[in-house]
């Protein structure tokens, strides 16, 4: 998973994350200098707007599409990933959130 280093919000939220996922997924900044010769296809705007899953078979998530498919490593969050891709109003909602949040992330970096 790539994520905005820069971003306090974002990086609480990763903590979380790599807590809860132990070693079966990478989270990486965006910002590192590798990430940019590693996966070109992925924009610099693509990332700044979004974090991204890069799946071992090369498929790319973005978004709370992302969070979700990141949570199936987690010991209760399939679920999450099962609502989203099976209830399009439920996927929307996520979906509106996530960029809601990430819109105002300097805002939502204020409360811990």
Not at 3 to 30: H, K, M, N, Q, S
Not at 42 to 61: D, N
Request: charged share 25%.
């Amino acid at each position: 998973m790539l994520y905005d280093g820069d971003c306090d919000f974002c990086a609480r939220w990763i903590r979380r994350l790599r807590r809860a996922t132990g070693e079966r997924v990478d989270y990486l900044p965006y910002q590192d200098p590798q990430i940019a010769t590693r996966f070109p296809e992925i924009s610099r705007k693509q990332f700044e707007r979004a974090v991204q899953l890069i799946a071992p078979e090369g498929a790319v998530f973005s978004a709370a599409e992302a969070v979700f498919q990141t949570m199936i490593f987690t010991r209760h969050g399939r679920w999450l990933l099962d609502w989203y891709q099976h209830w399009p109003a439920f996927a929307r909602l996520a979906e509106w959130n996530y960029h809601f949040v990430a819109r105002h992330r300097r805002l939502f970096s204020a409360f811990p």
